[in-house]
């Protein structure tokens, strides 16, 4: 192919793949450069040097692979970045929120795992690029499932800029959507259109987050982050972030829901996403009371999965110690306290004296490191779970 039919080709190929990428029910799609990342390279590092990551000892593992994309898929030239609201419509988020005695789980968990389903509609995406390229198309297509980058490539392609709470916004769709991105072996051109940082003088997320989790405008401390607690910590929780965390037992939305660029923010249309097993609003007894097995059975390809059973339970003890029906979270707990691991038992300890008003008993079996004082890195992790868990541009 000639060089100026090569450029034309490529332009139309550039043009198509939004319109491909809505028909496979994206909400969006951009192109970007991967060396967009060079300008993250310096606060990837100060972050990882903060110690910000906690636990998720891979976010620090493999820098040069998140910072250089090429490394991991060798001969990409071009990320194509795509959005997939999940905003579940019939769920009352503030009011399960609000309501000490129901356990909140985070809107993006209710339904399906994300992974398979915005990996497989990327491979389709890939497909009709490859059937319209007369050359061998190299597309590997990635969500949260490896050392990617997906925020700052998504806000180099167009797809919205990272708010002070660090997560993607965009101006008419907010931020209840996942992240995809699929490695091109094609110089395409690239998406013109960067959404401006709209934040302005607003410090909504940052005032309203439980724990106290933003350091500063777009940097988050993920030791403090109820997502990274409930979802990616193994150990105990912290003592004083234990009250703090209220009924949230599996991630944490208080920063989106409160950010005003998600009064319009779309319902998701996605079968996939929908609660299942009644999981926006149950009673945060009831499910302390599930046995492994129904556990494993109401849990099959969801997310909470992540978490497993254990740090469910965990999670769920917290919750019903800063219940408000105290005789029901009471029972609840005493009804489970002999079947429960040393850990799980800890954090059921630690409610029932809450809920009776005693002193909590000192965990010193199982002690808690202060934040500050946060293991360094060991051990091995698989992608990147929370959202939230990568440093945006700051001011
Ligand atoms: S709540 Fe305000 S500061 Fe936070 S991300 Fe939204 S607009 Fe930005």
């Not at 392609?157 to 699929?182: D, M, N, R, V, Y």
């Not at 208080?254 to 097993?277: K, V």
């Not at 005789?327 to 038992?345: G, K, Y």
Request: hydrophobic content about 40%; some cysteine; glycine content about 8%.
């Amino acid at each position: 192919m000639e060089d100026r039919e090569r450029t034309e080709r490529l332009r139309q190929l550039a043009a198509q793949i939004p319109r491909w990428a809505q028909a496979l029910g994206f909400a969006a799609a951009g192109i970007a450069d991967p060396a967009a990342l060079a300008q993250v390279a310096e606060r990837l590092r100060a972050w990882l040097g903060a110690g910000y990551q906690g636990g998720m000892d891979w976010l620090a593992e493999r820098p040069e692979l998140r910072l250089n994309p090429e490394r991991l898929v060798p001969g990409t030239q071009r990320i194509i970045l795509v959005r997939l609201n999940y905003f579940p419509a019939a769920t009352d988020a503030v009011g399960t929120l609000a309501d000490p005695d129901r356990a909140y789980v985070s809107r993006y968990a209710l339904g399906r795992d994300y992974h398979k389903v915005v990996r497989r509609r990327l491979a389709a995406l890939a497909r009709r690029i490859a059937a319209h390229w007369p050359e061998p198309v190299v597309a590997r297509p990635f969500a949260d499932s490896a050392p990617v980058l997906e925020k700052p490539l998504a806000e180099a392609a167009g797809l919205g800029w990272q708010g002070k709470h660090t997560l993607l916004i965009h101006p008419e769709e907010g931020s209840f959507f996942f992240l995809g991105a699929l490695f091109v072996n094609l110089p395409l051109p690239l998406s013109e259109d960067r959404q401006a940082d709209r934040c302005g003088r607003c410090s909504a997320c940052l005032s309203i987050c439980p724990t106290g989790a933003f350091p500063r405008p777009y940097v988050l401390d993920a030791r403090r982050c109820i997502s990274y607690l409930t979802i990616e910590h193994r150990g105990p929780i912290p003592l004083e972030l234990r009250p703090a965390m209220g009924n949230r037992v599996f991630g944490c939305d208080d920063c989106q829901l409160i950010c005003p660029w998600n009064r319009r923010a779309p319902a998701s249309r996605e079968a996939d996403f929908q609660p299942r097993h009644g999981l926006s609003d149950r009673s945060l007894a009831e499910l302390f009371l599930w046995s492994e097995r129904e556990f494993e059975e109401k849990t099959q390809g969801s997310p909470i999965r992540r978490a497993g059973y254990e740090r469910w339970l965990r999670n769920l003890a917290v919750g019903l110690g800063n219940a408000r029906d105290r005789a029901a979270a009471t029972a609840a707990l005493r009804a489970r306290r002999d079947q429960v691991s040393p850990l799980v038992r800890e954090h059921v300890d630690w409610a029932l004296a809450r809920l009776a008003g005693t002193p909590p008993p000192s965990p010193r079996r199982l002690p808690v490191a202060p934040l500050a004082d946060a293991p360094p890195p060991a051990g091995q992790g698989s992608g990147s779970p929370s959202r939230h868990l990568l440093p945006a541009a700051e001011d």
